[in-house]
C-alpha cells in the first residue's frame, strides 16, 4: 500500500488506487509517498524480492526526467573517450556464460598489460564468483546488471591485489597494491550490481544446528559485495546497489585517493553499511549516496586490534573477519 502527503508531520491516508502492482498515480501536491513493509524475512528486514521504486527529485516532466537520465550516459561516454583504455565488449567474446566472458576479457588485458574497460552490455551478467579487477582495469555497467548467483558465497567485485589464503575465509596472505580501478554505470536505475537472490545456506562454523543463511558481519568479509583493499586511485559510481549480503562496500588497508558518489543502496541486511572504510584509508571523497541500508548509510572508521583471533564469542559472534587484511596494521 500506498500513502502521499505533502509534508511528514500530518497523518496520512493510504490511496485507493495504491494497492498491487503496476503504476500508481499520485496526487497533486505530493511530497513524499510512504509504502508498507513486509516483515520478517531471512535479512531481518526485508523488501520484496520483485519490487522496486525510484523517485528523482525536482524533474517534473517527462522530457526533464528523460534529460536527467541522458546526462549518466553522456557522462560515462566522455569519460570512456578521454581514458584512452581499449573497449572490451562482452558481446565480442566467446564463453558459454556472462561468467567465462567476463574472466575471457579479464585475462586478456591483464596479459597485454594495456588496461581496458569491460563493457557489460544490456542485460543481467550471473556471476558464480568475484569480478576481480587487475590495476588499470574499468568495468563498465552499460544498462547492466551484474549479479552474484544464488548460493555463491563471495565478493561480487574485488581488487586483484587481494590474494586469499589457503583457508577461504581466513585473512589474505598479501595485499598488492593495485591503481586506476573503476566501477561505473550510466544509468541510476538500469546500471547495478546486486547479491544472490537466495544467499548461501550451510550450517554455522562452530555449534551447528541447521543450516543457517551466512548474511551479516558474523560469516566475514566474503559477504561484503564491493571489496577494494590498498587501491589508489579509483572511482566507483553512478549504479545502484540492491540484495547486499553484508556491507555494500568496503575501502581498507591503504586505499587512497578514491572518488565514490551517486550510489543508489536499497538494502535492509543485517548490520548492511552502504560505503565502509575501514583501517588506514585517506584522501577520498563521497557524494551524492543515496536510498536506505539495513546500518550506515556511510561509515568512517579507525578500527585497529578490534578482533584478532576468530572464532569469537560475546555479545555477538564472530566467525570469520570482516576485514580482509585483519585488524591490525600491514604497513599500508
Known amino acids: ?9 500530518d497523518r496520512m491516508e493510504l490511496s485507493n488506487n495504491a494497492t498491487g502492482t503496476g503504476e500508481v498515480l499520485v496526487p497533486a501536491g505530493a511530497k513524499y509517498a510512504v509504502r508498507t513493509l513486509e516483515l520478517p524475512g531471512e535479512y531481518n528486514f526485508k523488501e520484496s524480492a520483485d519490487f522496486e521504486v525510484w523517485a528523482v527529485k525536482n524533474h517534473q516532466t517527462k ?4 534529460d536527467y537520465l541522458k ?25 558459454s556464460t556472462s561468467h567465462e566472458k567476463i574472466n575471457n576479457i579479464l585475462k586478456l588485458i591483464k596479459t597485454t ?6 563493457d557489460l552490455e544490456y542485460g543481467t551478467h550471473l556471476v558464480n564468483s568475484a569480478v576481480v579487477l587487475p590495476s588499470n582495469t574499468w568495468l563498465y555497467l552499460n544498462d547492466a546488471k551484474l549479479k ?16 586469499p589464503s589457503d583457508d577461504p575465509f581466513a585473512v589474505a596472505t598479501a595485499l598488492n597494491q593495485n591503481e586506476n580501478i573503476r566501477v561505473f554505470g550510466n544509468n ?5 550490481v546486486e547479491g544472490p537472490n537466495k544467499p548461501y545456506r550451510a550450517p554455522a562454523p562452530v555449534n551447528p544446528n541447521g543450516d543457517v543463511t551466512w548474511v551479516g558481519d558474523p560469516f566475514g568479509w566474503r559477504t561484503i559485495g564491493i571489496l577494494f ?5 579509483y572511482d566507483i559510481h553512478d549504479f545502484n546497489m540492491t540484495k547486499t549480503t553484508a556491507w555494500a562496500m568496503s575501502n581498507e588497508h591503504g586505499c587512497e585517493d578514491m572518488r565514490i558518489h551517486d550510489i543508489w543502496f536499497s538494502t535492509r541486511v543485517a548490520n548492511g553499511d552502504g560505503v565502509h572504510f575501514v583501517i588506514g584509508c585517506k584522501k577520498g571523497h563521497v557524494y551524492n549516496i543515496n536510498g536506505f541500508t539495513g546500518d550506515d548509510i556511510v561509515a568512517i572508521t579507525a578500527t585497529q586490534n578490534f578482533l584478532t583471533e576468530h572464532p569469537i564469542y ?19
Open 1 to 9: 500500500n500506498w500513502a502521499f502527503t505533502s509534508n511528514m508531520r
Open 63 to 66: 522530457a526533464e526526467y528523460e
Open 71 to 95: 546526462s549518466f550516459k553522456k557522462k560515462a561516454q566522455q569519460l570512456i573517450k578521454e581514458s584512452g583504455l581499449p573497449v572490451y565488449k562482452i558481446s565480442d567474446f566467446s564463453g
Open 113 to 118: 598489460n594495456n588496461g581496458g574497460i569491460l
Open 148 to 163: 552474484l548467483a544464488d548460493g555463491v558465497f563471495d565478493n561480487i567485485i574485488r581488487n586483484e591485489g587481494i590474494v
Open 188 to 192: 541510476p536505475f538500469d546500471s547495478s
Open 229 to 233: 583493499a590498498n587501491v589508489k586511485g
Open 314 to 332: 560475546g555479545r555477538k559472534q564472530y566467525y570469520y573477519p570482516m576485514a580482509v587484511g585483519g585488524w591490525g596494521d600491514r604497513g599500508h
